[in-house]
């Protein structure tokens, strides 16, 4: 029998509210500090019903902050679509709280680019560690990816874009304090404006929060702007036969300004535009996204 509405309510209000809990556990560990006493021992008891416990406090550093940052950021902008007044499309959020997050989501993918998907890019790895080598994060928001990137490969220098002010206003300072000036460049600048020539071994192209007529004219400027032998990554949805959670996942995307791109259509736009080893990357089964490579010959 087909559940009532109000059931239906009730199930993800549950939900909602388990993540929530997890999103704290994970917020007491990221900050060091201690979770109110009034609530701490019920957040606990959650968590050992989810059978989560011992999966929070023995998360890996490295992965709390991006796993938090994901967390509130589908918490934020969620809550947005609930008001008219704030509910809408494009990344055109101002809050403080909500850009950060967006951008320690973010800040986990140096990593396993280090670890699994550069290895199985020719030639990648070596470039990365080179000294000269450079990188462009296009969307840089507040800098969370690129000072990731500055620490995972020492000597990478980097060059941020993004024509959003109010979240490249945050991230002179989050460079500064993470003691990288020297080393990134920030620019208020669209993708489709890049006019850089042979200036990149590695660019990023977040096609989740880039509207679809953009994505174009963006892969070719960035054609132009890589290295010969340079590459470029692009996040798309990763496929799913669950229809919920392609609902879910091409909804939040709209609500973000991107456009639900296929491997297949990605593929035979960065083809058009000359680029060669094209190719969508296997994701691991728990990632929300795929990754389609493509190489400058």
């Known amino acids: 029998m087909p559940q009532t509405l109000a059931e239906t309510v009730a199930q993800f209000g549950r939900s909602a509210d388990a993540l929530a809990a997890i999103g704290a556990a994970l917020d007491a560990r990221a900050n ?21 416990a011992d999966a ?36 055109n959020h101002v809050e403080p709280e909500l850009l950060q997050a967006a951008g320690d989501a973010s800040a986990g993918f140096p990593e396993r680019l280090k670890a699994g998907v550069a290895p199985n890019l020719e030639g990648l790895s070596a470039r ?7 990188f462009l994060d296009i969307g840089v928001g507040v800098a969370a990816l690129s000072i990731a990137m500055a620490r995972a490969w020492p ?29 990134i460049v920030l620019r208020e600048q669209a993708g489709q404006e890049i006019t850089d020539r042979n200036a990149f071994d590695l660019a990023w192209l977040p096609s989740l929060f880039v509207p679809h007529e953009a994505v174009a004219d963006i892969v070719a400027c960035v054609s132009a ?22 609902a879910l996942s091409r909804l939040r995307v709209a609500m973000f300004g991107g456009w639900t791109w296929s491997s297949e259509e990605l593929e035979a736009l960065l083809r058009d535009n000359n680029y060669g080893q094209v190719r969508t990357m296997a994701p691991s089964p728990q990632a929300l996204t795929a990754l389609v490579a493509a190489r400058k010959e």
């Open 32 to 52: 060091k500090c201690e979770i109110d006493p009034a609530i701490r021992s019920h957040v606990e008891a959650v968590l050992s019903t989810l059978g989560m």
């Open 56 to 91: 929070v406090e023995n998360l890996p550093a490295a992965e709390i902050t991006p796993m938090l940052g994901q967390i509130r950021t589908f918490a934020l902008a969620n809550a947005k679509l609930l008001f008219s007044v704030t509910r809408g499309t494009g990344w």
């Open 128 to 134: 990365l560690a080179t000294p000269g080598a450079a």
């Open 155 to 183: 000597t990478l220098d980097i060059v941020g874009i993004d024509p959003w002010p109010p979240a490249l206003a945050m991230a002179p300072e989050a460079v500064a304090v993470a003691g990288l000036s020297d080393r």
């Open 225 to 246: 702007a890589l290295r010969p032998g340079g590459w470029l990554l692009v996040p798309i949805l990763r496929p799913t036969g669950d229809a919920l959670a392609t």
